[in-house]
């Protein structure tokens, strides 16, 4: 199965990156390496600079709100340096009402909706998310191609030094 070329990442993505402490850390960081390598295009919504500010705190349901001190580290995750591509999908009239269309039609909560309608704008092949209610939708929105809903997906492939010697051994 090959690599998606566009993946998309919900705002809880982002907050339980930074947060470091998420059951799926080692497939968001080596996604992010591959990323930063630009071998995979990052896309999310200009709504989610806006919502990555809010994070959980352990063993409740209480939030703490992001300081300043953060403010390389989302830098880093939302103005990276090349080869790194980031797409950011302008919360558009287009976009808006493609997510009230989601909110009718399949009762997803209005900002979930903006994230997998721009998910769908931005062309992904891939929509990354822990939240529950939206990986219910995998395979189930988006059209002729169907939008994958997974849960934060990845395996880096380390490419197998090849040296003179394997290159005489392969055949013509």
């Known amino acids: 199965m090959s690599k998606p070329n566009r993946v998309y990442w919900d705002s809880c993505d982002y907050l339980d990156f930074l947060k470091g402490d998420h059951p799926r850390h080692d497939h968001m960081a080596a996604l992010l390496e591959d990323w ?12 989610t600079i806006a919502e ?10 209480l939030r703490r709100m992001l300081d300043r001190s953060t403010e390389q580290d989302l830098a880093g995750l939302f103005d990276p340096p090349p080869p790194a591509e980031l797409v950011i999908v302008e919360l558009s009239r287009t976009t808006a009402l493609a997510a009230r269309e989601l909110v009718w039609k399949h009762r997803i909560k209005p900002k979930d909706a903006v994230h997998v309608a721009s998910a ?3 062309r992904c092949d891939e ?44 055949p013509s």
């Open 120 to 122: 769908i704008e931005g």
């Open 127 to 170: 929509m990354h998310t822990s939240d529950a209610g939206l990986l219910k939708h995998d395979k189930k929105l988006g059209g002729l191609q169907p939008l994958r809903i997974i849960e934060p997906t990845w395996e880096r492939q380390v490419p197998l030094p090849f040296t003179e010697t394997d290159a005489e051994r392969r």
């Open 52 to 61: 990555v500010l809010w994070v959980r705190c352990e063993k409740s349901t």
């Open 36 to 47: 930063k390598q630009g071998e995979v295009i990052m896309v999310t919504s200009a709504l």
